[in-house]
T-cell receptor, first 109, second 113 residues
Framework: GQQVMQIPQYQHVQEGEDFTTYCNSS?????IQWYKQRPGGHPVFLIQ???SGEVKKQKRLTFQFGEAKKNSSLHITATQTTDVGTYFC?????????WGAGTKLIIKP | DSGVTQTPKHLITATGQRVTLRCSPR?????VYWYQQSLDQGLQFLIQ???????AKGNILERFSAQQFPDLHSELNLSSLELGDSALYFC????????????FGAGTRLSVL
């Protein structure tokens, strides 16, 4: 079946370091969405990418959609404690939203 | 506040019992989705409804069923509960099913003892 693989499962960073999570789909996607789930919270929509090669920025967050529309990444520059949580990608293909397993961002004390 | 309301927030029950989780979508949203999230796990898609009709099925067990009513609220029924059914159950809604952003409720935490 269709899959969206997301890596890594966890990433431990020092505050101020960068963080990146990657998603790869087995099929071409119509679009890809990114969500953030804070500890104890629910997933919240961050952004949607639609065009091949699209890059969008939200302050310290940079989202990219690959040229083949099969992969995507989220990069956070200079992480802060407010960035803690799990980041999910979700790709739309064949009338279904397929979720990645999520990457948990943990800030080292 | 996403505008999606889920009740109850917490539910504690025993194995073998049956429970009903309720979801009211955002005003104007026609599509409802149900997800299961076990501790520290990803989101498992269960089922989707659009305007009262079942639209897509994911990894939903036969012991589980759902429906969407004419007023667009939805209910997820879980029966013959097992310990492994303990999880967070999220409802999400979107305007239409196709390629649309999903807005999640705060979830119902189910504990099966």
């Amino acid at each position: 079946g269709q899959q969206v693989m997301q890596i890594p499962q966890y990433q431990h960073v020092q505050e101020g370091e960068d963080f990146t999570t990657y998603c790869n789909s087995s099929t071409t996607l119509s679009n890809i969405q990114w969500y953030k789930q804070r500890p104890g919270g629910h997933p919240v929509f961050l952004i949607q990418l639609v065009k091949s090669g699209e890059v969008k920025k939200q302050k310290r967050l940079t989202f990219q959609f690959g040229e083949a529309k099969k992969n995507s990444s989220l990069h956070i520059t200079a992480t802060q404690t407010t960035d803690v949580g799990t980041y999910f990608c979700a790709g739309y293909s064949n009338y279904q939203l397929i979720w990645g397993a999520g990457t948990k961002l943990i800030i080292k004390p | 506040d996403s505008g999606v309301t889920q009740t109850p927030k917490h539910l504690i029950t025993a194995t073998g019992q049956r429970v009903t989780l309720r979801c009211s979508p955002r005003s104007g949203d026609l599509s409802v989705y149900w997800y299961q999230q076990s501790l520290d796990q990803g989101l498992q898609f269960l089922i989707q409804y659009y305007n009262g009709e079942e639209r897509a099925k994911g990894n939903i067990l036969e012991r589980f069923s759902a429906q969407q009513f004419p007023d667009l609220h939805s209910e997820l029924n879980l029966s013959s509960l097992e310990l492994g059914d303990s999880a967070l159950y999220f409802c999400a809604s979107s305007v239409v099913p196709s390629e649309n952003i999903q807005y999640f409720g705060a979830g119902t935490r189910l504990s099966v003892l």
